[in-house]
């Protein structure tokens, strides 16, 4: 069943380490992540294992404004952590290129090769050392649905995006059998992170449309927002699912209500929409008691033909190091080895690419099924816009896309204001 996120654990600007913590050797590592409340706690425990081992005592400490907060303890130099974990591979460029990373060992490096794939083992290199390894993992291309709803009218999971194209019309035309009914439920609201789901599912179009390598040209900078490839895949996701008719509670729902509540009408009595994009996570804003697999289901966002499995935008979280001491390589090498996930992935809400941690060690089906894609052998590529520099992906790109959807600007000066930015902002 779905394990609710109760508001508990580190919040911003506390700390927590694991309750079993032996302290002998007086020696404290301090870690700062974007984790809060359960999270904070879970990733606690899974720390007590090495807390056990050494003697040795991690003090995590969550904040809200995770980007902020770390650049201003990394350039103040003074207080920067001895781990992070980063939620965006464009600030940990940032920080490579600025020289504040500390290169893995040779203890670490093996870590990292013997439970990774071999292409996420070099994501942040520099002069043949590596400064980076992936964390926890989630999947942005899951769309949910209700089994029950789909059966009762006949409808079946689309294996194309002309199939997905057909089924949202039919819906949208004729609704289900109880009555009018949305294809989608989708939502923006997000606070100063508003746009980012919308930015979400142009991502996964550009890279089922275009492909891989437009996909990568296009989040490192090389190819312009105003491509063709780009403009194709703001379109399709215009025409799939913010036209008029397409989405639950029309323009005011999407721009006004809070993406933690999008879900809400895909499980009504006479539900309002009968598809929801949204990443893995999304089960923990699910109502109590929802059963996965049961009650709701997913699948993976189709491509543009079915002679090959769909590819998969992923969200995640990498480790950098940021002191060059032995106890905190000791610490980085056991969070990349499979000790460093197994009670997390036990306790549920963590799945990752790690080839090493047993599928039968995830809390629920639901997890082994997320961790069980990352392995199915199709492609994947991370989320775009945290892949951009900060203040272009994870800042401009959200503002812009919620101005060109709710009419304030038009497409051409939406991508025009993009491409702008990355000419003030090369990337190389």
């Given at each position: 069943?779905?394990?609710?996120?109760?508001?508990?654990?580190?919040?911003?600007?506390?700390?927590?380490?694991?309750?079993?913590?032996?302290?002998?050797?007086?020696?404290?590592?301090?870690?700062?992540?974007?984790?809060?409340?359960?999270?904070?706690?879970?990733?606690?425990?899974?720390?007590?294992?090495f807390?056990?081992?050494?003697?040795?005592?991690?003090?995590?400490?969550?904040?809200?404004?995770?980007?902020?907060?770390?650049?201003?303890?990394?350039?103040?130099?003074?207080?920067?952590?001895?781990?992070?974990?980063?939620?965006?591979?464009?600030?940990?460029?940032?920080?490579?290129?600025?020289?504040?990373?500390?290169?893995?060992?040779?203890?670490?490096?093996?870590?990292?090769?013997?439970?990774?794939?071999?292409?996420?083992?070099?994501?942040?290199v520099?002069?043949?050392?590596?400064?980076?390894?992936?964390s926890?993992?989630?999947?942005?291309?899951?769309?949910?649905?209700?089994?029950?709803?789909?059966?009762?009218?006949?409808?079946?999971?689309?294996?194309?995006?002309?199939?997905?194209?057909?089924?949202?019309?039919?819906?949208?035309?004729?609704?289900?059998?109880?009555?009018?009914?949305?294809?989608?439920?989708?939502?923006?609201?997000?606070?100063?992170?508003?746009?980012?789901?919308?930015?979400?599912?142009?991502?996964?179009?550009?890279?089922?449309?275009?492909?891989?390598?437009?996909?990568?040209?296009?989040?490192?900078?090389k190819?312009?927002?105003?491509?063709?490839?780009?403009?194709?895949?703001?379109?399709?996701?215009?025409?799939?699912?913010?036209?008029?008719?397409?989405?639950?509670?029309?323009?005011?729902?999407?721009?006004?209500?809070?993406?933690?509540?999008?879900?809400?009408?895909?499980?009504?009595?006479?539900?309002?929409?009968?598809?929801?994009?949204?990443?893995s996570?999304?089960?923990?804003?699910?109502?109590?008691?929802?059963?996965?697999?049961?009650?709701?289901?997913?699948?993976?966002?189709?491509?543009?033909?079915?002679?090959?499995?769909?590819?998969?935008?992923?969200?995640?979280?990498?480790?950098?190091?940021?002191?060059?001491?032995?106890?905190?390589h000791?610490?980085?090498?056991?969070?990349?080895s499979?000790?460093?996930?197994?009670?997390?992935?036990?306790?549920?809400?963590?799945?990752?690419?790690?080839?090493?941690?047993?599928?039968d060690?995830?809390?629920?089906?639901?997890?082994?099924?997320?961790?069980?894609?990352?392995?199915?052998?199709?492609?994947?590529?991370?989320?775009?816009?945290?892949?951009?520099?900060?203040?272009?992906?994870?800042?401009?790109?959200?503002?812009?896309?919620?101005?060109?959807?709710?009419?304030?600007?038009?497409?051409?000066?939406?991508?025009?204001?993009?491409?702008?930015?990355?000419?003030?902002?090369?990337?190389?």
């Amino acid at each position: 069943m779905k394990r609710w996120l109760l508001l508990t654990g580190c919040m911003l600007a506390a700390s927590c380490s694991s309750a079993a913590s032996n302290t002998s050797s007086g020696r404290v590592i301090e870690v700062f992540g974007p984790y809060r409340g359960v999270e904070a706690d879970d990733f606690a425990a899974s720390l007590t294992e090495f807390e056990n081992d050494t003697g040795i005592t991690v003090r995590y400490t969550g904040s809200a404004d995770f980007v902020k907060d770390l650049r201003e303890r990394v350039e103040g130099g003074l207080s920067a952590p001895d781990i992070a974990i980063v939620p965006q591979p464009g600030l940990v460029d940032e920080m490579l290129a600025d020289d504040r990373l500390v290169a893995f060992d040779d203890a670490s490096v093996a870590a990292l090769t013997d439970n990774y794939p071999a292409d996420l083992t070099g994501t942040a290199v520099k002069d043949a050392e590596i400064y980076s390894a992936p964390s926890r993992e989630t999947i942005k291309s899951l769309v949910w649905y209700r089994p029950s709803v789909f059966e009762a009218n006949g409808w079946t999971v689309p294996t194309t995006l002309d199939e997905l194209t057909a089924l949202v019309d039919r819906i949208q035309e004729t609704g289900d059998a109880d009555g009018p009914m949305a294809p989608w439920c989708f939502a923006m609201q997000s606070g100063s992170a508003t746009g980012w789901t919308a930015t979400d599912w142009v991502e996964d179009l550009v890279l089922r449309q275009a492909g891989v390598d437009v996909y990568d040209e296009w989040a490192s900078g090389k190819r312009g927002f105003d491509d063709p490839a780009i403009r194709s895949a703001l379109t399709t996701f215009n025409d799939l699912v913010i036209a008029p008719g397409r989405t639950a509670g029309g323009l005011r729902n999407i721009l006004q209500t809070d993406v933690t509540l999008a879900s809400a009408p895909l499980f009504g009595d006479q539900p309002g929409c009968a598809m929801y994009k949204q990443a893995s996570f999304a089960e923990s804003w699910f109502p109590d008691e929802t059963v996965v697999g049961e009650d709701v289901d997913f699948f993976v966002l189709p491509g543009v033909t079915d002679s090959s499995l769909p590819p998969l935008v992923a969200g995640g979280d990498s480790l950098v190091q940021f002191s060059d001491d032995p106890d905190v390589h000791r610490l980085m090498t056991y969070l990349i080895s499979p000790d460093g996930a197994r009670e997390w992935a036990a306790r549920g809400g963590y799945y990752s690419a790690r080839t090493s941690v047993d599928l039968d060690t995830y809390y629920t089906p639901a997890d082994r099924a997320f961790a069980e894609l990352f392995r199915d052998g199709r492609d994947y590529r991370f989320d775009a816009s945290d892949v951009m520099p900060p203040a272009i992906g994870s800042d401009l790109f959200w503002k812009e896309i919620t101005s060109w959807i709710s009419g304030a600007t038009t497409l051409d000066q939406f991508v025009a204001t993009m491409d702008a930015a990355y000419a003030d902002a090369p990337t190389g």
